[in-house]
């Protein structure tokens, strides 16, 4: 059942303890959203989910598959866990198309006009079939946003991670990303969305998790009592 299971897992930076003592059971279809102030290891608890960040001791598993194992396949958990960045990462200097049928010809081996296809309907969903032929540039932070959401999806990800998604975009572009998030939250993808937006927090999330200074504070399945004390 679950997906994401951290065990008294530490992670340090050097000398700097930058994860403590975290324990943390994500299920399949479940949309966790973590917020805490800045420097609280938000970030550094996402990527260590999908390998990006080591952890020092502790046990964690995904996707049924322990990362300190040296059997497992990180390349594979990549796969698996994808990840939306604050600053889009999409590339510059090729098309929207390109952009989301790279990664299923290059990594997954889809045939051409497969990935063109499934990158039309993944662009439906998040609403810029029209613009599959434009290049970054001439894309809105949202827009940008929402290709990258789109691409990330073009991998048929287990697991989707978000990294202050909406945190660089203009306050009128956000409602769109967040729509296509809450869309994506539906259909049961399982969600770990680092954000300030405590509406998305509220309405969308399953779960709560408050990080301070590297350790979860609180952990709250009861959303709307978490909002309220
Ligand atoms: P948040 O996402 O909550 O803002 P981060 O996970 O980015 O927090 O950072 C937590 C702490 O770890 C911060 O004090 C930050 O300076 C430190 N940190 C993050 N990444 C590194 C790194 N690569 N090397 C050293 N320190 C880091
Ligand atoms: P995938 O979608 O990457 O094929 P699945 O979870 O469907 O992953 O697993 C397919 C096979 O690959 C299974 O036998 C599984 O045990 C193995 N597998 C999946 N992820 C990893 C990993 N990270 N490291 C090693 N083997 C893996």
Not at 97 to 122: D, H
Not at 218 to 228: I, K, Q, S, Y
């Amino acid at each position: 059942m679950s997906m994401i299971e951290f065990h008294d897992v530490e992670k340090y930076y050097g000398k700097f303890h930058a994860l403590k003592d975290i324990n943390l059971t994500i299920d399949r279809g479940e949309v966790v959203t973590i917020i805490g102030p800045s420097g609280s290891g938000k970030s550094t608890l996402l990527r260590t989910i999908n390998g990006l960040e080591r952890v020092q001791s502790g046990q964690l598993i995904v996707n049924d598959f322990d990362l300190a194992d040296k059997k497992t396949d990180m390349n594979r958990i990549r796969k698996n866990v994808g990840m939306v960045f604050q600053h889009f990462n999409l590339y510059a200097n090729k098309t929207v198309m390109e952009n989301i049928t790279l990664g299923p010809t290059l990594v997954l081996k889809s045939n051409k006009e497969q990935a063109r296809e499934e990158a039309l309907k993944l662009l439906d969903q998040v609403g810029l079939r029209e613009k599959a032929d434009s290049y970054p540039s001439a894309l809105s932070g949202g827009q940008k946003q929402r290709i990258a959401i789109a691409r990330s999806l073009a991998m048929k990800p287990k697991a989707l991670l978000f990294d202050e998604p909406t945190s660089a975009l203009d306050p009128e572009t956000i409602g769109d990303v967040l729509d296509v998030m809450k869309d994506i939250a539906k259909q049961g993808m399982t969600m770990v969305v680092v954000t300030h937006e405590m509406g998305f927090a509220r309405h969308v999330g399953d779960r709560i998790v408050f990080m301070s200074d590297g350790e979860i504070l609180e952990d709250a399945t009861d959303v709307g009592a978490f909002f309220d004390h």
